[in-house]
């Protein structure tokens, strides 16, 4: 069977038509526990062709695009996508129309910048000043190897990688709480304990 793209002009706009209103579809999902008790839950999604924005705009409350902040996170990332190919976009971006491909990367969720797993000659604006300003995980270099891409052009998304994190340490506010609960739970122990030392003997 062959394998040949279709080239008709009208064929070619139903295609992107389609794409245009197509909705992601999940494609898996994991989990990583990181430090400090911190559940991280990933999702990724088939969203082909589709900008950075338009990934954004499907995520539903206390979801976002995907930040890596360590090697570690990279490792859960690459985990959960090692069976797939393609370039998924990721939650980071650049401010502005950055001249310098280097400068001004940033995260959704504000965290820190430190960490960072670029391709080889990555970030490049390989179509021209300011063209790339959102970070994708490719598999292009090497398929179980994933590493970053500054991305722009859109032919290329496969979908995106969504996360979200929830706390297994309780919240500072719940603390006096549990202390007050802990404190009752002792109290009526030890009175237990009293009434039964202090019960008259049976004769
Ligand atoms: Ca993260
Ligand atoms: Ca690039």
Redesign the pocket.
Known sequence: MSGKVPSSPLIILLFSFAAAFADPVLLSSWEWN?PEGIL?EFQAFSFSRQSWEAANRQLTEGW?L????SPE?QEALIAGLEKRAGEFWL?GCQSGRQIDPENDWA?V?G?SYNYKNWAPGEPNDAHGCASEQYIAVSSSWRKSKWLWNDEGYLPNISGYVA?R?TSSVPEPGQLPLLAAGLAATVLMLRRKKHMRNTETPFI
């Open positions: 990181g991280h976002h995907a930040t890596i902040t996170e939650g995260w969720t965290e996360e994190t």
